[in-house]
């Protein structure tokens, strides 16, 4: 909890206080409105006693409302894991999250020197992974995962393991670097548990332009330091190509040969697209962390999209570079 909100929070509960002080009891309240009804007021009175108590009623609830929320933006959209690792080997960090809506891919990534480690989580409503058990069963270098069928590809350093972990999802267990590749990804795969993690980045899509929507969100690093968020939109018909990114972090972007271009109400840049580079507008944020737009749109639209950007002032990086426990 920052200062801020711990002080918010402060003065919540002390404006709960005065009001449950200076709030009539039940009895107290009740008596009230039969006195009323005895000496026949008029009807305006019982209806400012009645107006008094809902008032208060409704403050409460409100004020009970703010303190009970974990977060006063809620985090509605951003993608949760469903997958976790329930055994890596020893000196594995992780550094990578990535998960979008409907059927984009889940990916959990860590690495111990240049060795790495990736789950992958996959819809079996995605076309591409519909005939998974198909796919599997044609496989000849198949091997079980907890009583399931599953196939596995690679030698020596790397390996391969997928398997059906229900009927609406495909698991992946890459590993790539280690001796015995397959050994590993077979212990990996026998451990693997439903445990939910969310990707939290420090970025939110405002308006996108017709005909796209929201992707994929991401987030990587070694640690906290060195974090940094992306996200991507595609056409709704062609979803795993990206057509615009957004990206936030510590790195200064390439803007050599750039245009100035105002960029959220600040002076940034724009980079023409290249042979095999899109456009980009890039602007360095208030904090000092650099906010890059790109994609196969014109320049104002790349500006649009970055002007809409929301930005979440408490990220979740904490996890970066720290061990699975």
Do not use: C, N
């Amino acid at each position: 909890m920052t200062r801020r909100d711990h002080e918010t929070e402060t003065l919540i509960r002390e404006s709960l206080d005065r009001l449950a002080a200076r709030a009539p009891d039940g009895h107290a309240v009740r008596d009230a409105l039969a006195r009323a009804g005895r000496k026949r007021r008029p009807a305006a009175r019982l209806a400012l006693v009645a107006a008094a108590v809902v008032a208060l009623v409704v403050g409460v609830v409100a004020g009970t409302q703010l303190l009970t929320r974990p977060d006063l933006t809620p985090a509605a959209g951003r993608p949760v894991l469903a997958y976790g690792p329930g055994w890596l080997p020893d000196g594995f960090t992780e550094q990578y999250r990535e998960g979008g809506p409907g059927t984009t891919p889940q990916v959990r990534r860590w690495f111990a020197g240049p060795a790495s480690i990736t789950l992958l989580a996959y819809s079996t409503a995605d076309p591409e992974w519909s005939q998974a058990a198909l796919r599997i069963a044609s496989i000849k270098d198949q091997v079980l995962v907890r009583g399931r069928v599953a196939m596995v590809t690679g030698s020596g350093g790397y390996a391969q393991l997928t398997w059906l972990a229900d009927d609406e999802h495909v698991l992946s267990a890459v590993v790539a670097g280690l001796p015995d590749a397959r050994a590993v990804a077979q212990r990996i795969a026998d451990a693997v548990a439903a445990e939910p993690v969310a990707v939290r980045g420090e970025l939110r899509f405002g308006p996108l332009p017709p005909g796209l929507a929201e992707r994929s969100a991401a987030v990587q690093g070694t640690g906290p330091g060195d974090a940094s968020s992306e996200l991507t939109a595609a056409d709704p018909a062609q979803p795993s190509i990206p057509v615009v990114r957004v990206a936030a972090g510590p790195g200064a972007p390439g803007v050599t040969g750039a245009a100035p271009v105002t960029v959220r109400g600040r002076e940034g840049f724009f980079v023409a697209p290249k042979s095999g580079r899109d456009a980009m507008v890039a602007v360095r944020l208030p904090s000092g962390r650099w906010l890059t737009v790109s994609g196969s749109r014109p320049e104002a639209v790349l500006v649009a999209v970055a002007d809409g950007v929301q930005l979440d002032p408490s990220p979740d990086y904490r996890w970066l570079g720290r061990p699975t426990s």
